[in-house]
């Protein structure tokens, strides 16, 4: 059975880096695309990056372009969101999302509980 | 960048009736690339329909999407309390940019 687990959230002054990780469980993992996407408190959806199922194309948001890098271990089937210079309006939620397949364009099919940033000094 | 536009914002519909989700692109997007999610309060969104139409694993028949082009609708077709939720609508794949519509809340009377 599919499981996505985050970790590394926590609170973080404004300025500063946080890296998130997703362990995945339960499929092959170097076989899919994967996602990070945000939920700020009490508001609705926003997507950060997709990286492929290789780690060869990475795609972002303009509002994390240039602060936020995604990236992958497939041996260690783990998903990592690096994040520098954080701003109070990154506080959200995260969760890692896997894409229904290797292609990048496609739904996401299964998602983690997600990981709280606060960004707050 | 295409923008996605949910209405209404709130439904509120009593158990068994029929409740229609509109999701509209500031774009034409590809049928292919248009999916639809739940989130219930306190939980991670979850797959109900990608390619406009076609339902995802474990998801009950009740729910269907329709729609081409720029307009899109998720239907409900008897709601049930179960169903109380927000749902979201997502293009994928236009540039590899992945857009989300703001949502619309469906409660029951």
């Known amino acids: 059975q599919v499981h996505l687990v985050e970790s590394g959230g926590g609170v973080v002054q404004p300025g500063r880096s946080l890296r998130l990780s997703c362990a995945a469980s339960g499929f092959t993992f170097r076989s899919y695309a994967m996602h990070w996407v945000r939920q700020a408190p009490g508001k609705g959806l926003e997507w950060v990056a997709v990286i492929s199922y290789d780690g060869s194309s990475t795609y972002y948001a303009d509002s994390v372009k240039g602060r936020f890098t995604i990236s992958r271990d497939n041996s260690k089937n783990t998903l990592f969101l690096q994040m520098n210079s954080l701003r109070p309006e990154d506080t959200a939620v995260f969760y890692c999302?896997?894409?229904?397949?290797?292609?990048?364009?496609?739904?996401?099919?299964?998602w983690g509980q997600g990981t709280l940033v606060t960004v707050s000094s | 960048e295409i923008v996605l536009t949910q209405s209404p914002g709130t439904l509120s519909l009593s158990p068994g009736e029929r409740a229609t989700l509109s999701c509209r692109a500031s774009?034409?997007?590809?049928?292919?690339?248009l999916a639809w999610y739940q989130q219930k309060p306190g939980q991670a969104p979850r797959l109900l329909i990608y390619?406009?139409?076609s339902r995802a694993t474990g998801i009950p028949d009740r729910f269907s999407g329709s729609g081409s082009g720029t307009d899109f609708t998720l239907t409900i077709s008897r709601l049930e309390p179960e169903d109380v939720a927000v749902y979201y609508c997502q293009q994928y794949g236009n540039s590899l940019i992945f857009t989300f519509g703001p949502g619309t809340k469906v409660d029951i009377k």
């Open positions: 774009q034409s997007v590809s049928s292919s690339y």
């Open positions: 390619g406009a139409s």
């Open positions: 999302a896997r894409a229904a397949g290797l292609d990048i364009a496609a739904a996401s099919d299964y």
